[in-house]
């Protein structure tokens, strides 16, 4: 109880913190207030937490400054392409839209360059660098396999926090993060949209009545998989990942479960 009361009182205080960089009153006033990736906050805390030698300057820098980061590229992603002309206030919203983002980055940056923390903003350039390469494969290879397309998409979603992972913590934890954020991610667009984004995306990306054909329930029950194969290939040093995830399952009975 102890334990869980800390984590509730520390998930609070680092929000607040996080709420109050994110805040301008004239941004918002024009677009909406940036969204936290709940999972992917969760998972953030869990893993600085876990690091015992950091001083509590050092996990608030961390914890803020990679969700900063985050949250700037989900703005990005955010800005709507559209093959036809946008309206006057359809372009000062994109504007905005893409200057926030630019303005949450630039806060992670100014954030850790005023700790001295140079190594840990190369660990974060290291990851938007990494999203930005697979962003330019996405745009210029068009029949790329599902297997493939898949993989990059996972990739995408988790390279923030498996940078952070392996730097605090160690390489083995890539495979079951990206495992986990990605049959999270499904699991809760299933349940709120009765389909998952990822599949709707496929159709659209190819011929949907020539191409590969993606199931939701197979494609989360192959995820969630993964993850459980992920768990019983944990070395000892990595086992407190198996903490996280059990604390988050649902309570739901998933029989796919290995």
């Known amino acids: 109880m102890i334990v869980l009361t800390t984590f509730i009182t520390t998930d609070r205080g680092y929000r607040k913190i996080l709420e109050n960089k994110l805040y301008d009153s004239y941004i918002h006033k ?82 850790l360059a005023e700790a001295g923390e140079i190594q840990f903003i190369q660990i974060l350039a290291n990851a938007i660098r990494e999203i930005n390469e697979l962003k330019v494969t996405l745009y210029y290879e068009e029949q790329l396999p599902l297997e493939t397309w898949l993989n990059i998409k996972m990739k995408l979603n988790a390279s923030v926090l498996v940078h952070v992972a392996k730097y605090l913590h160690d390489p083995e934890l890539e495979s079951i993060i990206q495992n986990w954020l990605m049959y999270r991610r499904l699991d809760t667009e299933e349940a709120d949209n009765g389909y998952t984004l990822l599949r709707k995306e496929w159709e659209a990306r190819n011929n949907k009545a020539t191409s590969i054909p993606l199931i939701d329930g197979k494609l989360i029950r192959d995820f969630e998989k993964a993850v459980y194969r992920d768990v019983s290939e944990l070395s000892s040093s990595s086992l407190f990942m198996e903490q996280f995830i059990y604390s988050r399952e649902t309570k739901e009975i998933r029989t796919s479960r290995l």
């Open 30 to 111: 024009h677009i909406r207030y940036p969204v936290i990736d709940e999972e992917k906050w969760n998972l953030l805390l869990f893993l600085v937490e876990q690091h015992k030698s950091l001083t509590p300057l050092q996990r608030e820098k961390y914890i803020i400054s990679t969700m900063l980061v985050q949250i700037a590229l989900d703005t990005h992603d955010f800005v709507p392409v559209k093959q036809h002309a946008d309206t006057e206030n359809e372009m000062i919203e994109k504007q905005l839209q893409v200057l926030s983002g630019d303005y949450y980055s630039g806060l992670y940056y100014l954030l």
